[in-house]
């Protein structure tokens, strides 16, 4: 199974600042299709789980700009460019590169 | 409006069995793939089960292999998780999602979820 890991478990942030959170995998996620199928989900605290950004970098309809993704091959990041108090709660990546599909345990964005 | 609404959760023994099922409006059913994911309480998420927009294939995590059965009635726009042999460690909260087709398994849209609780 492909094991992804975040880092850090929790990530303290003023209001306004950037915020950058890592994932990687314990493989290349190079789909056979020549893409990376490594997506990313917020959860805010209390709701279901949101779609943010799919194959890296491409953002869901509906998600600001202030959300970015990139990498490639087993390294990823999630950036915030300023943090706002809506974006409070725990971030996950998830692999779609092969079966079982597998999560990283997530990282806990918070206001200092 | 896209919708998925999940129902059946409930307290179940050890052993037991429960029926899950996600109701899906607001878009063409048949056309999306369909997805379970389950998160115990305090924890993260756990990817349990996909099944293709026509029902023909279908893959599980480790562990529920051999005890749950995901399976979809396209006439009825609904998913279902059916659970056998049930364990303490499946208590979770139990979400649908659907499957954004060409997106690599990117789940664009989720249930509230259902609650599962597996105590004697």
């Known amino acids: 199974d492909i094991v992804m890991t975040q880092s850090p478990l929790s990530l303290p942030v003023t209001l306004g600042q950037p915020a950058s959170i890592s994932c990687r995998s314990s493989q290349s996620l190079v789909h056979s299709n020549g893409n990376a199928h490594l997506n990313w989900f917020q959860q805010r605290p209390g709701q279901s789980p949101r779609a943010l950004i799919y194959k890296v970098s491409n953002r869901d309809s509906g998600v600001p700009d202030r959300f970015s993704g990139s990498g490639s091959g087993s390294e990823f990041t999630l950036k915030i460019s300023r943090v706002e108090a809506e974006d409070v709660g725990v971030y996950y990546c998830?692999?779609?590169?092969?079966?079982?599909?597998?999560f990283g345990g997530g990282t806990k964005v918070e206001i200092k | 409006e896209v919708q998925l609404l999940e129902s059946g959760g409930g307290l179940v023994q050890p052993g037991g069995s429960l029926r899950l099922s996600c109701a899906a409006s607001?878009?063409?059913?048949?056309?999306?793939?369909m997805t379970w994911v389950r998160q115990a309480p305090g924890r993260g998420l756990e990817w349990v089960s996909a099944?293709?927009?026509?029902?023909?294939?279908?893959n599980y995590a480790d562990s529920v292999k051999g005890r749950f059965t995901i399976s979809r009635d396209n006439s009825k726009n609904t998913l279902y998780l059916q659970m056998n042999s049930l364990r303490a460690e499946d208590t979770a909260v139990y979400y649908c999602?659907?499957?954004?087709?060409?997106?690599?398994?990117?789940?664009?849209?989720w249930g509230q979820g259902t609650q599962v609780t597996v105590s004697s």
């Open positions: 998830m692999q779609g590169t092969d079966w079982p599909l597998t």
């Open positions: 607001g878009f063409t059913f048949r056309n999306y793939a």
């Open positions: 099944i293709t927009g026509s029902g023909g294939s279908t």
């Open positions: 999602a659907r499957d954004r087709p060409l997106s690599g398994w990117f789940f664009d849209c």
